[in-house]
């Protein structure tokens, strides 16, 4: 181990780092009310959606610009908190 690969290290975790955060967006609260309409159903049972209800949704939505996996756990932890 030298220097300069301790240095490279540590370079490539400050640019993990930075990439973590610019990922996180918070909801819109219009968008975060389309979204639980959509699945009040599911916010009811307390059951997560499953992917294909998820990328279905989006499909139908075409303003949204999120993944599915950010609409399942923005689901899950609105009837996690109650």
Same mark, same amino acid.
């Given at each position: 181990?030298?220097?300069?690969?301790i240095?490279? +290290?540590?370079?490539?975790? /400050?640019?993990?780092? #930075?990439?973590?955060?610019?990922?996180?967006? /918070?909801w819109?609260?219009?968008?975060?009310?389309?979204?639980?309409?959509?699945?009040?159903?599911?916010?009811?049972?307390?059951?997560?959606?499953?992917?294909?209800?998820? #990328?279905?949704? #989006?499909?139908?939505?075409? /303003?949204?610009?999120? +993944?599915?996996?950010?609409?399942?756990? #923005?689901?899950?932890?609105?009837?996690? +908190?109650?």
């Amino acid at each position: 181990m030298n220097i300069e690969s301790i240095q490279e +290290d540590v370079a490539k975790e /400050k640019k993990m780092k #930075l990439r973590n955060i610019k990922g996180r967006v /918070k909801w819109e609260p219009h968008q975060k009310n389309i979204v639980l309409k959509a699945f009040k159903k599911h916010i009811k049972n307390r059951i997560p959606p499953k992917k294909s209800e998820c #990328l279905k949704f #989006l499909s139908e939505n075409p /303003k949204f610009s999120c +993944d599915w996996i950010r609409i399942k756990t #923005l689901v899950f932890n609105t009837y996690r +908190d109650k």
